[in-house]
């Protein structure tokens, strides 16, 4: 496809270049959420124990580097996990496999309890570094540390040191495309 300069380009250094529209390709304004819908993302429950005791599915995590091991997730500022996680500086992440979309579901619902009551519905296990849920059948865990965040507007971007991770053997990933919930085998 044909690319030109990007007149609207940051100077970042080096040139951005953006596609030269092709009228034969149909191009439609669109809201961040509906563009931001074809990008596929693994799906994740993001947990806090003790006295903050909270759960919730998340889809905005993404590690970071491997030395020092970081990752990140994003989290509305109005989010009852925004404040679980600034007040214990601590959360876990369960990586969700295919068979618990149920369980995605149940951590995005609003209505469910709220507190450790939230945790009588589902298997699991305190994380031995965090005590935040580790929730049973998940493909992997990681814990961490919070060691910084950033404002990014309506949403916080929490950075996490790994504390611990570890994984199972399941090969069926659940996934977030399109607004819907897919599933698909890694083997």
């Known amino acids: 496809m044909p690319r030109r300069r990007c007149s ?44 903050q005791t909270h759960g919730m599915t998340a889809n905005a ?28 500086k601590r959360f876990a992440v369960s990586i969700m496999g295919a068979e618990q979309e149920p369980t995605a579901r149940y951590f995005a619902d609003r209505r469910r309890p709220r507190g450790a009551a939230q945790f009588e519905a589902v298997d699991w296990l305190p994380g031995p570094r965090t005590g935040a849920p580790l929730l049973s059948g998940a493909l992997a865990w990681v814990e961490c540390e ?14 996490g040191q790994v504390l611990s991770c570890s994984r199972s053997e399941g090969t069926r990933a659940l996934l977030f495309y399109g607004s819907q919930f897919h599933q698909v085998d890694t083997r």
Not at 23 to 51: H, K, Y
Not at 69 to 82: D, I
């Open 146 to 159: 919070l060691t910084q965040w950033y404002e990014g507007g309506d949403h916080s971007i929490f950075l």
């Open 8 to 51: 609207l380009a940051p100077d970042w250094g080096h040139d951005v270049y953006e596609p030269v529209t092709d009228p034969v390709l149909p191009m439609a304004e669109t809201s961040l959420r509906d563009a931001m819908s074809r990008f596929a993302t693994g799906i994740t429950v993001l947990t806090v124990g003790g006295e």
């Open 61 to 88: 995590f993404s590690s970071v580097s491997l030395d020092p091991p970081l990752v990140l997730c994003c989290v509305s500022r109005t989010a009852v996990m925004h404040d679980a996680i600034t007040n214990t």
